[in-house]
Structures are given as structure tokens and as C-alpha cells.
């Protein structure tokens, strides 16, 4: 199994990212996939999830803000983060529903 998140960086309270996560060596398309975040100094906290329909949970943290979608046809799973505050800084995972995670990509909010 292997998931590649990218798309992080650092922006400004209020803008914007897409985080993509690619995935393999597992049978994406009925897998539901999860968005995790980890802040400095706190534990991991599940920001989102999209099962094999499309069906889409968010925490609530985050709901109205972050929509999270999915390309089966890439085996790519996003994270559309938009109105982005400086609580939002974290290392953002996808991981599925068997628990793999990736490595991570980091998301600084600040001005």
C-alpha cells in the first residue's frame, strides 16, 4: 500500500490549498478514505471522509470550509480546504480504511 499526499505549503489566514493524495497497491475504488491532520503538540485528529459512493463526512472543525473528493479513475483522493485559519496549521495524512497512512504533507496558516 503506499499514499502520497502533496499540495501543502504556507498561506495566509483566509486563503486557500488543495491537497492531493495518490494511492496504491489496494483496491481504491471501494475504499472509503479518510483525511487525518496532526497540529504541533496534539494527537491526530480526523478531519474528513468519502466512501466508494462519494457519500462525505466532515468533522466539525471544518464543515463548510474543506470538501473532500475523489478520482477513482486516478486513484486520487483531494482535500479542497478554502477560509483556511491559523488552527488549520497541521500535517495533513490520507489513510484508508484498512488504517495506512502516508507520509504527510504540511499546512502552515499564517501571516
Known amino acids: 500500500v503506499q499514499l502520497v499526499e502533496s499540495g501543502g505549503g504556507l498561506v495566509r489566514p483566509g486563503g486557500s490549498l488543495r491537497l492531493s493524495c495518490a494511492a496504491s497497491?489496494?483496491?481504491?475504488?471501494?475504499?472509503?478514505m479518510n483525511w487525518l491532520r496532526q497540529a504541533p503538540g496534539k494527537g491526530l485528529e480526523w478531519v474528513a471522509g468519502?466512501?466508494?459512493?462519494?457519500?462525505?463526512t466532515y468533522a466539525d472543525s471544518v464543515k463548510g470550509r474543506f470538501t473532500i473528493s475523489r478520482d477513482n479513475a486516478k486513484n486520487t483522493v483531494y482535500l479542497q480546504m478554502i477560509d483556511l485559519k491559523p488552527e488549520d496549521t497541521a500535517v495533513y495524512y490520507c489513510?484508508?480504511?484498512?488504517?495506512?497512512r502516508g507520509q504527510g504533507t504540511q499546512v502552515t496558516v499564517s501571516s
Open positions: 489513510a484508508n480504511d484498512a488504517g495506512s
Open positions: 497497491g489496494f483496491t481504491f475504488s471501494s475504499s472509503r
Open positions: 468519502i466512501k466508494s459512493d462519494h457519500g462525505r
